[in-house]
């Protein structure tokens, strides 16, 4: 039954995700094609780092656009499917509500990572180009000194974070939605404000456990008189750290709540 | 334990803030009857059949389906078409047809085949594109297409024109098992009243009335419609 369900979670949205992740790739290849492979390193500072500032904010912008689209992409069919009309179908299959929201979570988390594997392989498609890579050798030690870490090491770290913290986003749209929909008259208005809460508070207890770790930069630089780097090294993996415990606390809330809901408080309207 | 008890309802409650859409509702049908759940705009027939499907958790009171409370098993029992469009309007009708086979082992794709054929509906052209009677005929093809033990229908002839009905009450009676208890919920009492066996009248998210169609016949000397009117009276 589970797989049944994954299969037709999957299928819906389909074209939409690939859609939006094909528009990225082509945008990333014509970023490399046209633009990194050409770009002249060599040129005058201010000149090289206002158009870099430009290519890199479009490509941030792009990126942003494309999570939000499948964060979007999740929430709907989360929303859509268990909650709306098609919930008279969805909840009427002889499937048990536990099912129901497995399913949703990890159709969610396959969207998710794949979402991640896209922007990722673009990021290092753009990065492989070889006239970035040869720009690339001459600030290298430099780059690795400031981050108390290779690049490479900095990347996969960031790879694994955001994949670790897979479960934990959809969990925290699917808990927020959950939450709505205990409020019918305002139903999505409560979900967006709820998901902006769950958020809050990460944020709240991220700083909270820096702060109280001394792995603020800027703390850990006034407290001690280590070197930069090494500070900067600390504060990575120490946020690595505490981002992995908080995922791990925060998704097992949400879990509880959505789990709660969908059992003993569903109410299609 | 009577095996012959499709539903039961106990002290079924269910409240909205102030307001109780249904309230102590004590209900028990048996299986192979034909049965008419009617009452005016908002007398709770919705909410109940709601309740039967696990749509809504109840105040207080249970449902029960053949002893079960709603469930997995009981959905497997269960054929239910609501009153509103419920299927993914992107979808094809034969993706429909392929999602209910997958989906309930009871489901026959010959019958619902055969029925789409009837009523000249391609199974190639997507919901969205469907007017909303076909939309309704094909919901009601996909409900009817099963075996079930219980068939559940809210305004299962609402959207659909007259020459329309007269095919889906047939489609309804040929396709229903007969030891299968199939419950309607309508305002369209003529249509229908010649098929029934049995009559639920809701008012106030209570039973008025539980009484069979031969009843309301021979002891009261009324069609099921005019009794209806004097009942709910404005």
Redesign the interface.
């Known amino acids: ?1 589970l797989k ?1 369900l994954i299969k ?1 979670d999957l299928k ?1 949205g389909a074209k939409i995700f690939i859609v939006i992740h094909a528009l990225l790739w082509i945008a990333a290849i014509f970023g490399r094609v046209f633009f990194l492979d050409r770009i002249d390193f060599d040129a005058p500072t201010e000149q090289l780092v206002s158009v870099l500032v430009l290519f890199f904010s479009a490509f941030v912008l792009l990126f942003s656009v494309v999570s939000l689209a499948t964060a979007l992409l999740i929430a709907a069919r989360f929303y859509k499917n268990l909650f709306t ?5 969805t ?6 509500p536990v ?1 129901q929201l497995w399913a949703k979570i990890l159709s969610g988390c396959i969207w998710n990572i794949l979402d991640l594997i896209l922007l990722y392989s673009a990021t290092y498609f753009m990065w492989i180009s070889p006239n970035v890579q040869n720009a690339y050798r001459m600030i290298a030690a430099e780059f690795t000194a400031s981050l108390g870490m290779p690049l490479s090491k900095f990347f996969l770290l960031m790879v694994l974070l955001s994949i670790i913290g897979v479960g934990s986003n959809v969990l925290m749209l699917y808990a927020s939605i959950s939450i709505g929909q205990l409020f019918p008259a305002h139903r999505l208005l409560l979900s967006v404000i709820v998901y902006f809460i769950f958020y809050m508070i990460i944020y709240a207890l991220s700083m909270g456990a820096l702060i109280i770790f001394k792995l603020l930069p800027g703390i850990a630089l006034s407290a001690n008189t280590v070197n930069e780097a090494a500070s900067m090294s600390t504060y990575l993996t120490g946020t690595f750290l505490i981002s992995l415990v908080l995922s791990a606390v925060m998704a097992v809330i949400q879990y509880v709540i959505t789990h709660l809901i969908l059992t ?5 309207i | 334990m009577n095996e012959n008890v499709i539903l039961e309802c106990q002290s079924l409650t269910k409240k909205y803030g102030n307001f109780y859409a249904l309230s102590n509702l004590d209900l028990t049908l048996e299986k192979g009857q034909i049965v008419g759940l009617l009452g005016p705009n908002g007398s709770g027939k919705t909410t109940l059949i ?1 309740l039967i ?5 109840p105040t207080a009171g249970q449902v029960m389906i053949r002893q079960m409370a709603p ?3 009981t ?2 029992i ?1 054929s ?1 078409l ?1 009153e ?5 309007p992107h979808m094809k009708v034969q993706e429909m047809l392929t ?1 209910f086979a ?3 082992d009871d489901f026959s794709l010959e019958t619902a085949t055969g029925m789409l054929r009837d009523l000249e509906i391609d199974p190639s052209m997507r919901l969205r594109a469907l007017s909303k009677g076909t939309k309704e005929k094909v919901q009601l093809i996909l409900v009817m297409s099963r075996d079930a033990q219980l068939y559940i229908l809210d305004e299962p002839i609402g959207g659909v024109d007259p020459a329309a009905r007269d095919y889906i009450l047939r489609m309804i009676l040929k396709n229903y098992n007969e030891d299968a208890t199939l419950l309607i919920s309508t305002h369209l009492i003529t249509d229908i009243e010649n098929i029934l066996d049995r009559v639920l009248f809701i008012q106030n998210g209570q039973l008025a009335l539980n009484a069979s169609v031969d009843e309301i016949r021979t002891d009261r000397g009324k069609s099921v419609d005019s009794l209806f009117r004097e009942v709910f009276k404005c």
């Open positions: 039954m049944k037709y819906y009309d098609e919930g008279y179908l909840w009427t299959l002889p499937a048990s099912q003993r408080k569903l109410n299609l | 709601k499907n696990g749509l809504l958790t469930s997995p098993a959905k497997k269960v239910y609501p509103r469009s419920y299927i993914n999602y997958a989906f309930y």
